[in-house]
């Protein structure tokens, strides 16, 4: 599997040079630089190595310090990476997502970071109540005051917070909506992400359109996706909408095909809400003719 090593240093005072002899040795077939805080998650570098990263890769660092210095973000950009079907591995951390060692550390690491927040809200709730009946007013004194830097920092934890939410749903929506827009409508890219999960887990249109500004905005998709969908002519939308099915699972079997059409409440082009898989490969041959596939 291709290696690909990443090294991030904080100042122009300090080098690089050690970490990228580290993934050298590693084995590492490119090595990407860049000079950013840790604390930075729309890092420029990382974002274009996360956007050209290839299936079967896998995004080496010396320790996960230099890739994240949450734990929130260091599983963001594992999950990100998982949808891309691509590895992470730590050199100097037990961390080797492509080995079972690896996974599980992984999974220690997101339950300690779930316990972390459930700490966090009972002491936060604990000091309220304390507080309260101690005659003192709860909250924060420069929120009170309006202060401009209590604000911005109120703010930048609300996004923190959200897109460690985002993180847990990424390979739900990203994968299609990175391959689909702007390509294909919204109202259809949102049917092919509602199509396999369950009633409780389905999204909204605006829910999904602001995650993904919240993506773009931190560097995690590019902004061609939010540009305007291209209009497609009405005998070509269901070829576009069955080549967007197979492109997203190269794998998927004609019935399993219909099986998602149908869930989706898609007519088949005779307007019957049943789809036979020699619809769906009569569909599939006119969208190779287009040029879809």
């Not at 002899?21 to 990382?46: F, M, N, W, Y």
């Not at 269901?238 to 898609?266: F, H, K, S, W, Y």
Request: aromatic share 4%.
């Amino acid at each position: 599997m291709p290696l690909i090593g990443y090294a991030r240093v904080s100042t122009e005072d300090q080098t690089p040079l050690p970490q990228v002899q580290a993934l050298i040795t590693a084995g590492c077939a490119k090595i990407h630089e860049e000079q950013a805080s840790g604390g930075d998650r729309a890092r420029p570098v990382l974002a274009r190595v996360l956007e050209q990263i290839r299936k079967g890769d896998t995004l080496v660092v010396v320790r996960i310090d230099r890739l994240a210095r949450s734990l929130s973000h260091l599983l963001e950009v594992i999950e990100r990476l998982e949808a891309r079907g691509a590895f992470f591995r730590s050199i100097e951390d037990p961390i080797d997502t492509a080995s079972p060692q690896g996974k599980f550390t992984l999974q220690v690491l997101g339950a300690a970071a779930e316990f972390e927040r459930a700490l966090i809200r009972e002491r936060t709730k604990a000091g309220l109540a304390s507080a309260r009946s101690a005659g003192r007013v709860g909250g924060n004194p420069g929120l009170r005051a309006r202060d401009p830097a209590a604000l911005r920092k109120v703010r930048l934890a609300r996004h923190e917070g959200y897109m460690d939410r985002l993180s847990g749903t990424a390979q739900d929506w990203v994968p299609l909506v990175r391959r689909l827009r702007p390509d294909m409508a919204w109202e259809d890219v949102l049917r092919l992400v509602n199509a396999p999960l369950p009633p409780s887990r389905q999204w909204t249109q605006a829910r999904l359109l602001r995650a993904t500004r919240a993506y773009v905005r931190d560097g995690f998709l590019p902004e061609t996706v939010l540009e305007r969908a291209k209009r497609q002519p009405g005998d070509d939308r269901l070829p576009a909408l069955v080549a967007a099915i197979r492109g997203a699972d190269p794998d998927i079997t004609l019935q399993a095909n219909c099986d998602r059409l149908e869930a989706m409440r898609e007519r088949t082009p005779r307007g019957r809400t049943t789809w036979q898989p020699s619809s769906v490969r009569m569909l599939l041959g006119r969208a190779v003719r287009l040029g879809m596939l």
